[in-house]
């Protein structure tokens, strides 16, 4: 059950009947700027998948954001992720261009961050973000963040770790 809504966006399960709308959003290469690639279309199919095994195994994932009048926004929610070998629960988001710029990231992160304090048995949220992503930093810190770490491993450059208590 994803969160209720906010005062201007709802939130919603992705399907495959999203595909399309997804690979619009993952498929931009200014939302995609700080990752390796924009996604393709059967990369998006399989995001779309991903999130669907984690709301079953979690009853969470990224869901769907639209604004109240059903228009699409982008996606935000709740993952596992790795962060330096200690599998953590993470706040993630994907804003479409047109709507950038406007406070719906950290209204709809805001959202998540009260969702996993309420409904899920943990007691950090973390969100790991490329170093050049400013605006995603402070998202994170507008929802209570701090940066608390870089995230080791395969990536180049290393992430940064924003974290707090719930």
Same mark, same amino acid.
């Given at each position: 059950?994803?969160?209720? /809504?906010?005062?201007?966006? &709802?939130?919603? /399960?992705m399907t495959l009947a999203d595909v399309d709308l997804m690979t619009r959003l993952l498929g931009d290469p200014t939302v995609m700027r700080f990752y390796p690639a924009p996604k393709t &279309? %059967? %990369?998006?199919a399989a $995001? @779309?998948? $991903? +999130?669907?095994? +984690?709301?079953? /195994?979690h009853g969470?994932?990224? $869901? @769907?954001? %639209?604004?109240?009048?059903? %228009?699409? @926004?982008?996606?935000?929610g709740l993952t596992w992720q790795d962060v330096n070998g200690v599998a953590k629960l993470e706040v993630g988001y994907?804003?479409?261009?047109?709507w950038q710029g406007r406070?719906?990231?950290? /209204?709809?992160?805001?959202?998540c961050r009260d969702y996993a304090r309420d409904q899920v048995?943990?007691?950090?949220?973390v969100a790991i973000i490329h170093p050049g992503n400013r605006a995603s930093g402070r998202v994170a810190e507008k929802?209570?963040?701090? &940066?608390?770490?870089?995230r080791r491993g395969g990536r180049s450059p290393a992430h940064r770790v924003f974290a707090m208590e719930l």
């Open positions: 059950m994803p969160p209720g /809504e906010t005062s201007r966006v &709802r939130f919603r /399960e &279309r %059967e %990369e998006t $995001w @779309i998948a $991903w +999130n669907q095994a +984690n709301y079953a /195994e969470y994932g990224l $869901w @769907i954001i %639209e604004s109240r009048e059903g %228009e699409f @926004i982008g996606d935000c994907h804003v479409a261009t047109a406070g719906i990231a950290t /209204e709809a992160a805001g959202a048995d943990t007691s950090e949220l929802i209570g963040m701090r &940066r608390v770490a870089d």
